[in-house]
């Protein structure tokens, strides 16, 4: 009889993901026997949860809101967590769990193919949150002028504090809001909400929009940013890769013999997963 492993998502509001639908298809085109199911669980129930987890399952990954929360409860942290202040990928053995965070290597890998050489070009980032500093980093690190602007000018704040610890203090500002004449030739949402919905505090005005080259959006989602900054004539692009990428981290994370995780293999997943995959109504929502 097979002995099947359990891995799974960890989050408030998970049980529409699209996740589950990613890595069971890369354990079955892997042969691996393994599950992995959403785990919703409550605020009020996050810590009467964590010994399930650190019971009966192999790892799981981790969504907002518990990324930074699950920090403290964890009895080791890699560097990549450490770097990025959130653990989205844990890791259980012996009943011992380990953090990491995989958001910036999953986010660079997903910009091949996408946007080029943007050294020393202004950049705009929407977004404070865990995801926006992985992101922050890996542009950073390619030599741009970033500018971040988020609903939350405090948490904004102390973002660019731990980024000018790495990265040239003169590269990066904060501004409390957009003018009608900034112009970027590129921009990346990492905002829980939809920049152009109703519920957004940051808007972008059509001249910024015209200037802009690539626009992204970490949601896996079709924005109505997006296609507002495609409708001015930019590149765009979706977290879909970006979640892709996240799903192989973790499996070489969690696998001792990932060996047969190879850039062919991923190419030709890649192409059946996003065939096939589903995204449901409140989707969208959920930020992984």
């Given at each position: 009889m097979v002995d099947y492993k359990t891995y799974g998502l960890l989050g408030d509001s998970v049980s529409k993901s699209v996740s589950p639908q990613i890595y069971n298809a890369l354990f079955q085109e892997l042969k691996i026997?393994?599950?992995?199911?959403?785990?919703?669980?409550?605020?009020?129930?996050?810590?009467?949860?964590?010994?399930?987890?650190?019971?009966?399952?192999?790892?799981?990954?981790?969504?907002?809101?518990y990324r930074i929360d699950i920090?403290?409860?964890?009895?080791?942290?890699?560097?990549?967590?450490?770097?990025?202040?959130?653990?989205?990928?844990?890791?259980?053995e012996k009943g011992k769990m380990t953090g990491y965070n995989t958001d910036m290597d999953a986010f660079e890998k997903s910009l091949i193919g996408f946007v080029g050489n943007i050294f020393d070009k202004d950049v705009l980032l929407i977004g404070?949150?865990?995801a926006a500093y992985a992101v922050s980093s890996v542009l950073l690190e390619r030599g741009v002028f970033l500018t971040?602007?988020?609903?939350?000018?405090?948490?904004?704040?102390?973002?660019?504090?731990?980024?000018?610890?790495?990265?040239n203090k003169n590269r990066i500002k904060v501004v409390?809001?957009?003018?009608?004449?900034?112009?970027?030739?590129?921009?990346?949402?990492?905002?829980?909400?939809?920049?152009?919905?109703?519920?957004s505090e940051v808007s972008i005005h059509d001249h910024t929009y015209q200037s802009i080259k690539y626009a992204y959006d970490v949601s896996y989602c079709e924005t109505q940013f997006l296609s507002k900054a495609e409708q001015f004539g930019?590149?765009?692009?979706?977290?879909?890769?970006m979640l892709l990428y996240h799903a192989v981290g973790a499996l070489k994370i969690w696998l001792s013999?990932?060996?047969?995780?190879?850039?062919?293999?991923?190419?030709?997943?890649?192409?059946?997963?996003?065939?096939?995959?589903?995204?449901?109504?409140?989707?969208?929502?959920i930020k992984e």
């Amino acid at each position: 009889m097979v002995d099947y492993k359990t891995y799974g998502l960890l989050g408030d509001s998970v049980s529409k993901s699209v996740s589950p639908q990613i890595y069971n298809a890369l354990f079955q085109e892997l042969k691996i026997p393994a599950v992995y199911m959403p785990y919703a669980v409550p605020k009020d129930k996050f810590i009467s949860a964590l010994p399930i987890l650190r019971s009966y399952f192999e790892g799981f990954t981790v969504a907002a809101p518990y990324r930074i929360d699950i920090m403290a409860h964890l009895d080791r942290l890699d560097d990549s967590a450490k770097m990025v202040g959130a653990a989205n990928t844990v890791k259980v053995e012996k009943g011992k769990m380990t953090g990491y965070n995989t958001d910036m290597d999953a986010f660079e890998k997903s910009l091949i193919g996408f946007v080029g050489n943007i050294f020393d070009k202004d950049v705009l980032l929407i977004g404070s949150g865990g995801a926006a500093y992985a992101v922050s980093s890996v542009l950073l690190e390619r030599g741009v002028f970033l500018t971040i602007v988020s609903s939350n000018f405090a948490s904004a704040m102390e973002m660019q504090s731990r980024l000018q610890k790495r990265y040239n203090k003169n590269r990066i500002k904060v501004v409390g809001g957009l003018s009608h004449s900034d112009e970027f030739y590129a921009a990346f949402n990492a905002e829980t909400e939809d920049i152009e919905s109703k519920q957004s505090e940051v808007s972008i005005h059509d001249h910024t929009y015209q200037s802009i080259k690539y626009a992204y959006d970490v949601s896996y989602c079709e924005t109505q940013f997006l296609s507002k900054a495609e409708q001015f004539g930019a590149n765009t692009k979706n977290g879909l890769d970006m979640l892709l990428y996240h799903a192989v981290g973790a499996l070489k994370i969690w696998l001792s013999d990932h060996s047969g995780i190879d850039v062919a293999l991923l190419t030709q997943v890649f192409g059946k997963i996003k065939s096939a995959v589903s995204l449901p109504q409140d989707a969208c929502r959920i930020k992984e």
